[in-house]
T-cell receptor
């Protein structure tokens, strides 16, 4: 079974609107971290936001927030006030503290297109 | 500004050639990784290294080897390049902590003809 599932291959959003990118994960490790990365067409992966499994509050970084629902094993990325520069591929990743030797597992990605 | 630098942005090689992809980081990170990225398949881990001269196989190590002689440098080697190794290759480094993000290089788009 896939450890990280991103069910939306492509998403469209109007400029200045909010958008939610879905991510569900599968782990039996009690301690893990969830990460979101952005990959523009230039190719470089850019870290956006981190959520630890023991964090009580949802992580926020500027216009990015992570809607963490631990019981449902979901870690959706919310981008508020979308900008044209947000058009990119977005990857959800998980790092388990004990299993999988601490390596990160990535989802297949979601391509976001922001319309003017 | 922290940096992970991959030696080439674009590379074209012939089938059967030995190919070296180099990656250097300036952050004194313990962990380094090589990923392969193909459309619809996300990032797949080829190899990673958690210390100098230490390496572990990732999910798709077949046809690849790695070398880490110095902490800052992690090399990916295609012993005999094949057309199915045409792909985007991404190098990353990270501190050995569970809550830290990975820093990625700009990627190398390798075409094997």
């Amino acid at each position: 079974a896939q450890k990280i599932t991103q069910t939306q291959p492509g998403m469209f959003v109007q400029e200045k609107e909010a958008v939610t990118l879905d991510c569900t994960y599968d782990t039996s490790d009690p301690s893990y971290g969830l990460f979101w990365y952005k990959q523009p067409s230039s190719g470089e992966m850019i870290f956006l936001i981190y959520q630890g499994s023991y964090d009580q509050q949802n992580a926020t970084e500027g216009r990015y927030s992570l809607n963490f629902q631990k019981a449902r094993k979901s870690a959706n990325l919310v981008i508020s006030a979308s900008q044209l520069g947000d058009s990119a591929m977005y990857f959800c990743a998980m790092r388990e503290a004990y299993t999988n030797a601490g390596k990160s597992t990535f989802g297949d990605g979601t391509t976001l297109t922001v319309k003017p | 500004d922290v940096k992970v630098t991959q030696s080439s942005r674009y590379l074209v090689k012939r089938t059967g050639e030995k190919v070296f992809l180099e990656c250097v980081q300036d952050m004194d990170h313990e962990n380094m990784f090589w990923y392969r990225q193909d459309p619809g398949l996300g990032l797949r881990l080829i190899y990673f290294s958690y210390d100098v001269k230490m390496k572990e196989k990732g999910d798709i190590p077949e046809g690849y080897s790695v070398s880490r002689e110095k902490k800052e440098r992690f090399s990916l080697i295609l012993e005999s390049a094949s057309t199915n190794q045409t792909s985007m290759y991404l190098c990353a480094s990270r501190e050995d902590r569970a809550d830290t993000e990975a820093f990625f290089g700009q990627g190398t788009r390798l075409t094997v003809v």
